[in-house]
């Protein structure tokens, strides 16, 4: 019996373990881009500060999610940008944010395709991938 529940255990930590969301790039935004442009990808920021709630929602609820994480890896390389840390004020300004969570959706040379304000959920965030 305690070899089954050990198997069983296993098995289901190494499912959740594969189940991933959006994997964010630890970089620059310059170094963001070049990986974009050598992967041929699109680029997903979320603009995001430490005080607001509904960026933590997004954070937690939507950007962990295995079906949104399988869409935004695949199409993009995926910036979190604190707008109010390091590069984050100018590139906030860059495109235009003034609300949070501000979501932006730019081509590899960071020309912007679409800019969405406001928190989204899973049907939304997928919709807007395509």
């Given at each position: ?6 198997i069983a ?73 604190d707008a109010e ?46």
């Amino acid at each position: 019996m305690r070899i089954i529940i050990t198997i069983a255990m296993l098995v289901v930590l190494s499912v959740s373990a594969s189940a991933q969301g959006i994997k964010f790039f630890e970089g620059s935004y310059a170094e963001a881009q070049a990986k974009a442009q050598a992967e041929g990808k699109a680029i997903f920021m979320d603009f995001y500060t430490a005080w607001c709630g509904p960026c933590k929602m997004m954070a937690k609820k939507y950007f962990t999610l295995e079906t949104v994480g399988s869409v935004y890896n695949t199409k993009y390389i995926c910036l979190k940008v604190d707008a109010e840390k390091g590069e984050g004020p100018k590139l906030a300004k860059k495109y235009g944010v003034n609300a949070y969570p501000t979501l932006v959706y730019a081509k590899a040379d960071g020309t912007p395709t679409n800019v969405v304000k406001g928190a989204k959920n899973e049907e939304e965030l997928l919709n807007l991938a395509k």
